[in-house]
């Protein structure tokens, strides 16, 4: 008999139009691998989705991203429900999207982390006590929503209309080099991509857009960097507490690893790097998604 996996998808976080295509690509995905599929575009309406879980499931496949479907909300209802979920729990998701206290968590296990500040949007206009360039980030989304990177000579105004992300903004220093990211399966890393842009760093449209990006897999990198990397990303899942897959985005400077963050619920769009890393390890897509069906859990 078919096990029965809903596709939760969409949402209402920024992440929305990207969470529909990664939903759909592991719909197809799962009904390729032999699964009886239902997909759930989630809205705002926790009795509907209530509803829509019922009969219950035998499983979920967690395809939303951003707020709400990533950092632990969605996860404790699925708690509550007793129904098996893709990817991490509520307290690896809620860590991993909580950059201050998943980069604490990093440092604390000598992983290599880089430097910033907590400041209010009011001591934006001021200036930071970092020289340039510096990059300022939400403290709670995903996919590079909200970043920018302020040049030398550069100030940045961040008022309610320009930063609707809250009154408090992450200042990191600037890591110059490459961009490197590691997708952890269980407890093994897949391998090493390189990606390039011509867009100045890896933002929103970088990730999704078509052509956006160049990723070279694997990455030419010493083999001790490689190993370091893969190294450094699955005890970044580990220390998180993360379960099924995740992917650690990091930089590489031409002499340290600097990872900067680990995302608990990577895109599976057809441009996404998990996918693409899981190929190149010889797991087919259906394979890859039924994989993380079969792992789902509770905590």
Known sequence: MKRNVAVLMGGWSAEREVSLVSGAAVANGLNAAGYSVTSIDVQRDMGALLTRLYPKPDAVFNALHGRYGEDGCVQGLLNILDIPYSHSGLLASALAMDKPAAKALFAAAG??????????????????????????????????????????????SADTESWPYGDKVMVEKFIAGRELTVAVMGDKALG???????????????????????????????????????????LAHQELGCRGVSRADIRFDGKDLYILEVNTQPGMTPTSLVPEQAAHAGIPFPELVGWMVENAACD
């Open 111 to 156: 992983i290599t982390v880089a430097e910033h500040v907590i400041a209010s949007r009011d001591d934006l206009a001021g200036g930071v006590s970092f020289e340039a360039p510096y990059v300022i980030k939400p403290l709670n989304e995903g996919s590079s929503v909200g970043v920018t990177i302020i040049g030398a000579g550069e100030t940045y």
């Open 192 to 234: 090493v991509t390189e990606i390039t842009t011509q867009r100045g760093f890896y933002d929103y449209d970088a990730k999704y857009a078509e052509g956006g990006s160049q990723h070279r897999l694997p990455a030419e990198i010493p083999a001790p960097v490689e190993a370091e990397a893969m190294r450094i990303s699955t």
